[in-house]
């Protein structure tokens, strides 16, 4: 269970195109799948410590219920805004895509690991994430649900970024399309998840 919620939680944050799995589908053009492939373990590495960190950090803070309210009450604008922005990106009219620019020669593995470190979204999107689900039963802040948790966002992000890798160049207006959909069903849920936080904030002043 917890190994297949970290696979789907992950797949749901990276699978919109963004600078790391541009990037992947760009040296998988100029340098071959492999150097790709060793571009997303890297990325992969820091995504494994990205969220180890935001799962301490969010064990830290569950057992203060102030705090939770303070992130639920964050989450609800965080996950409407991602709904706004999932559906104005499906809808806005398509421009032709920058190419990444790649001078160096070092090695892809720690060109992967430098712009996932750049990325720092992860840390907050598993800390709201994992202490919404935990206030619904979902998520329990063990040593076992945490490794297996992690374990999954590894597999989930590693999947994506060789989907990207394998597919991306090849089917160009047949991956617009799945994206263009897959932004429509990824702001439905944040947008569903938005306004069941807000229900259950409600819910808790009045009680």
């Known amino acids: 269970?917890?190994?297949?919620?970290?696979?789907?939680?992950?797949?749901?944050?990276?699978?919109?195109?963004?600078?790391?799995?541009?990037?992947?589908?760009?040296?998988?053009?100029?340098?071959?799948?492999?150097?790709?492939?060793?571009?997303?373990?890297?990325?992969?590495?820091?995504?494994?410590?990205?969220?180890?960190?935001?799962?301490?950090?969010?064990?830290?803070?569950?057992?203060?219920?102030?705090?939770?309210n303070i992130l639920q009450e964050i989450g609800v604008v965080l996950f409407l805004g991602l709904s706004v922005y999932f559906f104005w990106s499906a809808r806005k009219p398509k421009k032709e895509k920058q190419e990444v620019k790649m001078h160096s020669k070092a090695s892809r593995f720690f060109l992967g690991m430098l712009l996932s470190a750049l990325n720092l979204f992860p840390i907050p999107y598993y800390v709201f994430v994992s202490v919404t689900m935990s206030a619904y039963g979902y998520f329990f802040f063990n040593s076992f649900f945490i490794y297996s948790f992690v374990l999954g966002v590894v597999l989930g992000s590693f999947t994506i970024f060789y989907l990207y890798i394998l597919f991306f160049k090849k089917q160009q207006n047949k991956t617009s399309f799945l994206i263009d959909k897959g932004n429509y069903i990824i702001g439905s849920i944040t947008g569903l998840v938005s306004i069941i936080t807000f229900l259950k904030l409600i819910k808790n002043y009045w009680i």
């Open 1 to 68: 269970m917890p190994l297949l919620l970290g696979f789907v939680i992950a797949s749901i944050g990276i699978i919109p195109p963004g600078l790391i799995n541009m990037t992947a589908a760009k040296v998988s053009a100029v340098d071959g799948r492999n150097e790709a492939i060793s571009f997303a373990a890297g990325a992969t590495v820091i995504v494994f410590i990205q969220t180890y960190i935001a799962l301490l950090f969010a064990k830290f803070i569950f057992s203060r219920q102030d705090i939770i």
